[in-house]
C-alpha cells in the first residue's frame, strides 16, 4: 500500500498551564489517523473536543507531546511544507489587497513577480472574486475573504489540504455555495483533504469517510463512517437521497452521546 | 441662511468656530485695554504686530523657526526610527525583553526634561543639545507601541504565514513590520507634537537660536507681546505638521478600516 499522505500515530497532546500550579489538560489522547492521497476525510466532534489541536499536529504548528507524524511516510519536522492549511478565523494580511494576499504563499517561495499575479488573477478569477482584486480585506464581506483565503491557500498546490471549520462564520446560502467550490477544486485536483467540522451534515456531504472524535478531556476516535455517496455531488441536493439520511442516523447515534457529555462538561466548567 | 447658523453642516460647523476666535479676540483686546493687565496679557493688535514684523518687515524669525524645525524633524525621525528598531527587537526577544525590562520602565518613568541641561554639557549650545531631548521624548512613545504592537499580532496571522512558507525574515518583513507600523502611525500624532515641546524646552534652557530662544529673551525684558506672539507661532507650526503626519498616515495606512465607511469601489 502506498504511503498516507498524513498519518497521525498515537498522537498525545498534553497541555500545561502557564500560571505555575502544574495543572494539565490532555486534549487529545492516542489518536491515530491516516488520510490517504486523494481522500476526502472529514473529523466531526462536539465542540471543544480538541479537533483544532489534532490539525495543528497535523500542521506542524503544534508538537505532540508523545506519537508521531508522518508526510508521504517521511517523518515531519517543523512546519508541514506540503500543506496548505485554511483556517477558522480571520488570516489575511489587513495589509495587502485581495490579490496581493492570494499571492502571498508565491512570494514567500520566491516565484517570479509577474508569474505570481498572472497566477494570482487566475486563481481569483477561479474563487469568483474577479473584479475585487484590489481591495482591503475590511472591505471585503465574510464570504469574500473566505474565498481569498481558499485561493491563499491553493495557490500553492499543496498535496495535503488542512482545513479547520473553514464555513463555520458563514450564512447557509453562502456556505453551501463554497462547500459546492471546495468539492469542484477538489475533484479536479484529488489532493488529500483533512475538514475538521462540527457540522455533520457538511462531513457527509463533502467526505469520503467521517471520523468521529469523543467528547474531551482525551479525544480519541469513537466511530469512523465511509461514506459511499456518488460523487459528483451537490451538497444541497445529497442531503435529500435516502443514503445520506441513513448515514446521518448512523453517524449520529454516535456522536449524540458524545455532544451531550461535552455540553455536560462545558455547563460545569 | 439659516443652515449657515445649524452646527451639524460643515459650514456651520466653521461659522461658530470663526465665531468663538473672533469672540475670544474681541475679549482679549477690550479687556487688555486697561494698561495694567495688557502689562500680564499682552494686547492682540500688538501680538499681530510683532508676526508681521518677525514674518514681512523685519523678517527675522526664519532663522529661529529654521533652527527650531530641523530640530523637531530630526528629533521626530531619530526617535521614531531607533523606537521602532528597538520596539521590534525587544518584541520579538523574550530574553532581551526580559532583562532589560526593569531599565525602559526606569527609563521611561524618569522625568526626561531634567536631562537638559546634561545634553547640554554633552552636545554643546548647538541645536544636538535639543535634538537629543526631544529624541528621549519621541523614543519611549514609538518604543513602546511598537513593543505593544509585536507582542500582539494575531496569532492566526502568524500561523497564516508560516503554512504558506514565509521564514523569520519573511514573517518580519510582511507580518511584524506593517502591524507595528500601524501602532507606531497610532502614536506619529502624540510623538511630533512632543519632538516640538522637546526642541523648544531645549532651547529655552539654553541655546543662542530658535523661537524658545526668541520667547526666552522677551520674558527677560518684560516683552508680553512677543511672548504671545512666540506662542502663537509656535502653534500654527505644531498644527502644520500635525497636519503632515495626517497626510502621510492617510497615504500609508489606506488599508486601515474606517468607521462608518461605505464600500469604495
Redesign the interface.
Known amino acids: 500500500m502506498a504511503d498516507a499522505a498524513l498519518s497521525l500515530d498515537n498522537i498525545t497532546c498534553t497541555f500545561v498551564s502557564r500560571d505555575g500550579g502544574g495543572k494539565r489538560y490532555t486534549a487529545v489522547k492516542d489518536t491515530t489517523l491516516a488520510i490517504a492521497p486523494g481522500e476526502f476525510v472529514s473529523v466531526v466532534g462536539p465542540t471543544g473536543c480538541g479537533k483544532s489541536t489534532l490539525l ?1 499536529v497535523g ?1 506542524g ?1 503544534l508538537q505532540p507531546s508523545s506519537g508521531q507524524v508522518k508526510v508521504f511516510g517521511q517523518p515531519l519536522k517543523g ?3 506540503r ?3 485554511m ?1 477558522q ?9 485581495a490579490l496581493e494576499n492570494v499571492i ?2 508565491l ?3 520566491g516565484v517570479d513577480r509577474a508569474e505570481s499575479l498572472e497566477r494570482g488573477r487566475d486563481w481569483m478569477r477561479r474563487v469568483g472574486l474577479s473584479g475585487f482584486e484590489e481591495r ?4 471585503m464581506s465574510g464570504g469574500m475573504r473566505k474565498r481569498a483565503m481558499l485561493a ?1 491557500t491553493l495557490i ?1 498546490d499543496p498535496d495535503i489540504i488542512l482545513m479547520d471549520e473553514p464555513f463555520s462564520a458563514l450564512d447557509i446560502q453562502t456556505r453551501q455555495l463554497m462547500e459546492n467550490e471546495v468539492l469542484d477544486l477538489w475533484m479536479a485536483k484529488r489532493k488529500a483533504v483533512l475538514f475538521i467540522t462540527h457540522d455533520l451534515d457538511e462531513a457527509i456531504a463533502m467526505s469520503d469517510r467521517v471520523v468521529v472524535l469523543s467528547a474531551g478531556p482525551g479525544t480519541h476516535p469513537i466511530g469512523e463512517f465511509a461514506i459511499d455517496l456518488p460523487r459528483p455531488r451537490d451538497v444541497a441536493e445529497v442531503r435529500a437521497d435516502p443514503r445520506f439520511v441513513e448515514l446521518h442516523a448512523a453517524i449520529w447515534g454516535v456522536l449524540r452521546e458524545e455532544v451531550l457529555k461535552g455540553y455536560a462538561q462545558q455547563k460545569r466548567a | 441662511m439659516s443652515k449657515l447658523f445649524k452646527p451639524s453642516s460643515s459650514l456651520g460647523l466653521r461659522f461658530w468656530q470663526l465665531l468663538l476666535l473672533a469672540v475670544i479676540l474681541v475679549v482679549w483686546y477690550v479687556v487688555t485695554l486697561d494698561p495694567k493687565v495688557a502689562f500680564f496679557f499682552g494686547q492682540p493688535i500688538e501680538v499681530w504686530g510683532r508676526i508681521w514684523a518677525w514674518f514681512v518687515t523685519n523678517r527675522d524669525i526664519y532663522l529661529h523657526l529654521w533652527v527650531t524645525l530641523s530640530e523637531t524633524v530630526l528629533a521626530f525621525f531619530i526617535g521614531t526610527i531607533s523606537g521602532l528598531g528597538l520596539g521590534l527587537w525587544l518584541g520579538l526577544s523574550n530574553t532581551a525583553s526580559a532583562i532589560l525590562d526593569p531599565y525602559i520602565k526606569a527609563a521611561n518613568s524618569m522625568p526626561r526634561v531634567i536631562l537638559a541641561p546634561i545634553f547640554g554639557m554633552w552636545f554643546g549650545l548647538g541645536i544636538w543639545s535639543k535634538v537629543a531631548l526631544a529624541v528621549t521624548l519621541v523614543f519611549f512613545i514609538v518604543f513602546f507601541n511598537v513593543y505593544q504592537g509585536v507582542r500582539e499580532v494575531s496569532p492566526t496571522l502568524l500561523d497564516n504565514a508560516r503554512m504558506l512558507g514565509a521564514g523569520r525574515r519573511q514573517l518580519l518583513r510582511h507580518v511584524y513590520l506593517p502591524s507595528a507600523t500601524s501602532w507606531v502611525f497610532s502614536s506619529l500624532h502624540t510623538s511630533v507634537g512632543l519632538a516640538f515641546v522637546g526642541a523648544v524646552v531645549g532651547e529655552y534652557l539654553g541655546s543662542a537660536s530658535g523661537v524658545g530662544y526668541l520667547i526666552l529673551q522677551a520674558e527677560g525684558t518684560f516683552d508680553v507681546n512677543t511672548v504671545f506672539a512666540g506662542i502663537v507661532v509656535l502653534t500654527a507650526f505644531a498644527l502644520i505638521l500635525d497636519y503632515i503626519v495626517g497626510l502621510g498616515e492617510k497615504r500609508l495606512m489606506k488599508w486601515q478600516p474606517k468607521t462608518g465607511e461605505t464600500e469604495k469601489i
Open positions: 495543528n500542521a504548528l512546519i508541514n511544507t500543506a496548505g492549511y483556517f478565523g480571520e488570516a489575511l494580511l489587513p495589509w495587502r489587497s502571498a504563499g512570494e514567500f517561495a482591503y480585506p475590511h472591505q491563499q500553492r
